[in-house]
């Protein structure tokens, strides 16, 4: 009896490797495999403006890393006792305006400097919808909890998201002719728009990105969205607002990140080293015991082995652990 559809994942070609440098950028499962990514010691920056949910959004962040835009005081406003930027996530918000100016031109400057050398960048699209502010018109990365007469609501076409994104991938591969870019459809279910809205926005971005990547030589799919709805399909796999993904199902789809994204060493190698940080993250019944000294004993002779193997992975956190214990 078969329990799971079957789905055609294509192996990724050319693979990642540890040498490879990923940006990642988009909505909250980006950071679901952003994290997973840093954990196994890849070379990861992600989401430098914070979670984005929808492709206005992403595409306008990437092109001010392109340019290295900084900002000034007057793209800031003053809500609720804190400075934040209608183009970032609410992470950068401060109650100090300069400390809030400080921390998004460093993350600007870190972005731009690190999509100038990156292999790879994964964008996750969350949502079709984005928001305009009602008296400027100007496009918003996020509300701040503002208040919601204060913005326009709208659906973006599969035309408007496929002439945002084409124009930023041109200027992308102007900027950096050796990226290559993963897309991929978030499965986090955006229940407050409505069940039927959210599947017309999902399918518009599934659409959009199909094209693009039918388009782009250099451009890739991978399905997280259709692991989650038309593989895994039952509610056990969410958490209980019935709309994130839970450990189980995000696991289910970073194992076949995994299998069809990187290559045979990679695979092998992001193995060996997600045991070393779950031994690092131990918590010991007994730290003086002799069973325990060994256990910290051995992990050492592994991490230490792997360090010396792979120089330019760090793994200075987990030697301090396993050496100070």
């Known amino acids: 009896m078969k329990l799971l559809a079957d789905i055609n994942i294509k192996q990724l070609q050319p693979p990642i490797t540890y040498t490879d440098k990923l940006l990642l950028t988009g909505s909250c499962f980006t ?92 964008i996750t699209l969350g949502s079709s919808f984005s928001y ?3 008296n400027t ?14 913005f326009i609501k709208h659906l973006c076409t599969i035309e408007e998201t496929v002439t945002a994104l084409d124009g930023t991938i041109h200027q992308l591969f102007h900027f950096n002719k050796a990226l290559k870019i993963i897309f991929t459809i978030s499965p986090v279910r955006h ?4 069940v039927v ?11 959009a990105v199909h094209h693009l990547v039918n388009k782009f030589d250099k451009l890739y799919y991978f399905p997280s969205y259709e692991l989650l709805i038309d593989v895994l399909r039952d ?23 995994s299998e069809y994204c990187f290559d045979d060493n990679a695979k092998k190698l992001s193995e060996e080293i997600k045991k070393i940080v779950i031994a690092s993250n131990h918590k010991p019944f007994n730290a ?35 050496s100070a214990q």
């Open 31 to 122: 950071e679901h495999i952003g994290n997973y990514l840093m954990d196994v010691k890849f070379n990861v920056l992600q989401n430098p403006n914070g979670i984005l949910f929808d492709p206005l959004s992403v595409c306008n962040s990437l092109v001010s890393y392109i340019h290295n835009k900084q900002y000034t005081e007057n793209d800031l406003f003053y809500l609720n006792e804190s400075w934040h930027s209608w183009h970032h996530h609410s992470r950068f918000s401060n109650p100090d305006k300069p400390e809030c100016l400080r921390l998004i031109n460093a993350s600007q400057t870190s972005a731009h400097d690190f999509i100038k050398e990156a292999n790879w960048l994964i």
């Open 132 to 134: 305009k502010l009602v």
């Open 137 to 150: 018109s100007m496009h918003v990365a996020n509300c701040h909890k503002a208040p919601s007469q204060m």
């Open 191 to 194: 229940l407050r728009d409505g």
């Open 197 to 207: 809205e959210n599947n017309r926005s999902k399918a518009r971005l599934i659409e």
């Open 235 to 257: 509610y056990r796999f969410y958490d209980i607002d019935l709309a994130h993904p839970n450990y189980a199902a995000t696991q289910f789809v970073l194992e076949k990140f």
């Open 288 to 322: 003086q015991s002799h069973q325990h000294k060994q256990f910290l004993l051995t992990h050492l002779e592994k991490t230490t082995q792997l360090q010396q193997q792979y120089p330019f992975l760090d793994f200075n956190k987990e030697l301090q652990f396993f």
